[in-house]
């Protein structure tokens, strides 16, 4: 099965002062995921090293909106806006100060974040917001020229802008049910706007008490011994020892997806084991594995290991009855593509909203035909966040099966029909990227309506049993399609006739606020992490005394694959 796989350039500081600091210290990271060693066992890597590259980098800059209908305003006169005339200048832009001051521009902060592992040309959200004292009252139908996005600190009392590490532009989504008088009508996102210009440095630092280069040698050995890639089509090692204090890392393409249990995982394989100790800490693993209070730990370290007693271990755990350890262990298997994992993580996927997100996420990093149809089996269940997550899943898995290809409607946004037998829902993206999914053919709108889609486009089905989409310009002929109820041939029309996602998103919502769309409509039904597992037998009270039956936090990290910041 195949895996994934001339306008102004104006760049210039923010408003908003981050104050000095690295990525190495400023992360969101919860460190504690992955610090889990105690010195009574194996010599791990991560007993010398903590990681390196796994914050989030945040990136921003002044930016030039244009396409607005009369909502925009000559901006203050500020820091910001001296800056990004300087840059129009710079560029040529013939009267700069008139174009700012148009009813149709408004100057914007643009801010989007870099994800741990992220390389050259992937794409990313990025945030647009007003400043203060701004005129602008809405950003609707607005488009983000070119911007170039970087690093701010604060040094010597000003602010310091690093090199480009991103550029984006795009269509501004705004929430559809903001208007003139909300402030949520001056903010918004680009879906997939920006563009990363480097790789992000990924690796492990070693501690400077233990610094050395043969102990960086020792360690980049271990991994390279479980983990190597492809680079140009050559087999290569996953860790590259830059210096006694540092370890680059590669990430791995089977965790492509969830970048900081990669991470989590290479720092749990042990350097310079013996065979003999190896096989007496399998031992202690495998008890370990079939207690619920030491079960996660134990698979994670498995997973590490990854020969054959390490997966027949884990396929013991599969099949207990404990719900932990079957989870777990069927999570660890599936990061070895064993097809073992497949029936434990779907039934996780489907009965516990605890370990869902992990599940899918784990069933996507197979190259197994078996977990394709479990992800297949989930499109049709009640719970939303389920079905669009097993749809998310199926497309990390392999973007071009003909199921989940879908198509790109006027070059904006992807538009999927799922042809299942479901409760018909319509799901849309507010992150990650413009995308319409339809679960279930044949969904219809209820006459009569009108819908706005957009400042230029009215859906009218007021009267007989047609739709008439039409697109009002100044000074230019109406362009009209009429087309039945479908929700296909609607969405369809209003592309046709120059509609953008963020319009297409509006007279979908307002369709559903109106009465006249009958299908779910669900925004951004992304299972959540972070839920809490209650480890008490179902049906019985818990004894708040008993720390084993309370609430907890499942402990396994946050796959990129659901990252709202993605």
Known sequence: MKRRAPLLLLSAWSAVALGCASSLVTSNLDTSQ??????????????????????????????????????????????????????????????PNKMLAADSTALVLVRGYLRPGMQAGDKFDVEVR?????????????????????????LGQQVRTGHTLATAEGHVLVDPSADGSNALATRGRILGGAIAKKDRQMGLMISQEDASYNLAKSIGKAINARFHTYRDGRKTGVAKPQNPEFV???????????????????????????AADLSERLGRLSTQLLDPLTTARAAIRLE??????????????AECADPEVRFYSAEALAYLDETAAVEPLAQAARDEPAFRVNALAALSAMDDVVAYEALRSLLSVRSAETRYGAFRALWAMDAGDAMIRGEQLGGQFSYHRLDIDCPPMIHVTRSYRPEIVLFGTGQQFQLPMVLDAGSNILVNGLAGSRVTVSRFIENEPTQKRVVSTSVDEVIRAIVELGGAYPDVVQALQQAKNDGALASSLRLDALPETGRAFDRSPPGEPVDPDDAGATPYRVDTPLPDLFSRKK
């Open 34 to 95: 992955l610090d889990d060693v105690t010195r009574d066992e194996a010599n791990l890597v991560s007993r010398y090293t903590h990681p390196y590259g796994l914050d989030y980098v945040q990136v921003e800059a002044v930016a030039l909106v244009t396409g607005l209908s009369g909502t925009g305003g000559d901006p203050p006169p500020t820091p910001q806006r001296e800056v990004l005339l300087e840059e129009m200048k710079r560029q040529e832009a013939p009267n």
């Open 130 to 154: 007003t400043p203060s004292r701004s005129e602008t009252t809405s950003l609707r139908g607005g488009w983000v020229l070119p911007v170039r996005l970087s690093e701010h600190a604060v």
């Open 248 to 274: 680059q890392l590669l990430l791995h393409e089977r965790y492509k997806e969830n970048t900081t249990r990669f991470v989590k995982v290479v720092r749990n394989i042990a350097i310079r084991e013996s």
């Open 304 to 317: 590490a290991i990854g020969d054959e007693r390490a997966v027949a271990t884990l396929k013991r755990g």
